[in-house]
């Protein structure tokens, strides 16, 4: 789909959304109630216009290789969720958090599972393009965005071992203490793995014992080691059902991405001139930090740990600009204020759900309602080092807090053509 086909597909949303809007009374009946932090949120219910894109999730059958060796009809289930998390409007938007990691499980489940016919953890070069270049046809197909290889940095290289020296099974079980692998990752607690790291580490262990096979040593064998990381997920892909290995694998990557901010901060001289160390012109200073704001949140969605690295990022920031005053607090940023549209997506996202009526829908957490922390003098951009006022209920190693804390959404697709249109 050509980025004009995507403008137009979007068009035709907005119309119908404006449509909608129009049968609504007052604006409070847009907005979902927001609860405190120790509090479940009302549910919302999400708009619901007719069949707003039913003609665009149309499958095709798109025109493959016929050289791939993948069997991708046994991974139909995990397409068509990789499909809906990089639907052709939001994978830009989604592509940190939803869309990119599932894709990349998708491609490590489904090679995991053919090594129990070959024998093998690694496409050749060859193969391995045609499978790439297989997938991305279906997945357009189904109305993912065609701009997937750029979006997630989708390359050949994907499916190979690259600079790993195992790719055969036999070798690899003869390496790898692979009753401690499995231990460690089959039962993944996507909570306590972010902390303590059980199925990280052994992964690393393995994919260590991994690189002592090599016969010719790397300048950097970091980059040896990542690499036989991929080969390791495989390995572990094809002894866990598919829902199974699907978590493991969507856990360990929400793990390293609630570690960093993923916005980009551009340069802060209106902040700089307005917001001076005595705040002498409050008005100036918050609209100086709101228009910034504004600026952070049409860049991506994010999750409530995501926004909380992003706001100490941007704290530590303004404090080198000589800005003492919390001006988090005096203009009121919270939370929600990084992320577009103010949805904060949970620390662990779900994925997106299709519905015939109300079209492309995910959840956000509306109980992320809390200001941003203002980094004390004496931190680092570490968030963890940043006294937080109220954890996010998504947060939360309990899954009854997770499932009742979240609601879902559908995002304003308006707000979404135009950030397409201004990137």
């Not at 990789?82 to 990119?100: D, E, G, I, R």
């Not at 093998?120 to 045609?130: D, E, G, V």
């Not at 995501?306 to 000589?322: E, I, R, V």
Request: aromatic share 6%; proline share 6%.
């Amino acid at each position: 789909m050509t980025r004009r086909a995507e403008f137009e597909m979007g068009l035709f949303v907005v119309l119908q959304f404006m449509f909608m809007l129009s049968l609504c009374s007052s604006d409070e009946e847009l907005l979902p109630e927001i609860s405190s932090p120790d509090t479940s949120p009302q549910p919302f219910r999400p708009f619901i216009a007719p069949s707003p894109m039913v003609p665009f999730i149309n499958t095709t059958i798109p025109k493959l290789s016929g050289l791939c060796s993948l069997n991708f009809t046994a991974s139909e289930g995990l397409i068509q969720t990789t499909s809906h998390n990089c639907w052709t409007v939001f994978a830009p938007l989604l592509a940190n958090v939803m869309c990119c990691p599932q894709l990349d499980a998708t491609l490590t489940i489904t090679l995991g599972k053919a090594s129990k016919e070959t024998g093998l953890l690694a496409l050749n070069r060859t193969q391995s393009k045609h499978c790439v270049s297989d997938l991305e046809k279906i997945l357009v197909g189904k109305g993912a965005s065609s701009r997937l290889r750029s979006i997630c940095s989708l390359y050949s290289s994907n499916l190979t071992a690259s600079s790993c020296p195992v790719i055969n099974v036999d070798e690899f079980e003869s390496a790898v203490d692979t009753s401690k692998l499995l231990l460690a990752c089959e039962k993944v607690d996507p909570v306590k793995e972010c902390c303590e790291q059980a199925c990280q580490n052994a992964i690393l262990d393995a994919a260590t014992n991994v690189t002592l096979k090599a016969s010719e040593p790397l300048t950097d064998n970091s980059v040896r080691i990542n690499d036989c990381k991929n080969v390791v997920h495989r390995w572990l892909a094809s002894k866990l059902e598919p829902s199974q290995a699907k978590e493991t694998l969507r856990g360990l990557a929400n793990c390293k991405i609630n570690r960093v901010c993923p916005l980009v901060f551009p340069g802060m001289r209106e902040i700089s001139g307005n917001c001076s160390s005595e705040l002498s012109n409050q008005m100036g200073c918050c609209g100086a930090m709101e228009s910034y704001v504004s600026h952070l949140q049409k860049q991506a969605l994010i999750t409530n740990l995501q926004a909380l690295d992003c706001a100490t990022s941007l704290g530590t920031k303004l404090q080198k600009l000589n800005i003492t005053k919390n001006v988090f607090s005096v203009c009121h940023i919270s939370l929600k204020d990084f992320s577009l549209q103010g949805c904060l997506l949970p620390s662990l996202p779900s994925d997106a759900i299709f519905d015939q009526d109300t079209g492309i829908s995910f959840t956000c957490d509306l109980n992320d309602n809390i200001p941003a922390p203002w980094p004390s003098s004496s931190s680092s951009s570490d968030s963890t080092s940043v006294t937080i006022p109220a954890l996010p209920a998504a947060a939360s190693s309990q899954p009854g807090l997770y499932s009742e804390g979240v609601t879902r959404l559908v995002i304003f697709v308006l707000s979404l053509l135009l950030v397409m249109l201004l990137s």
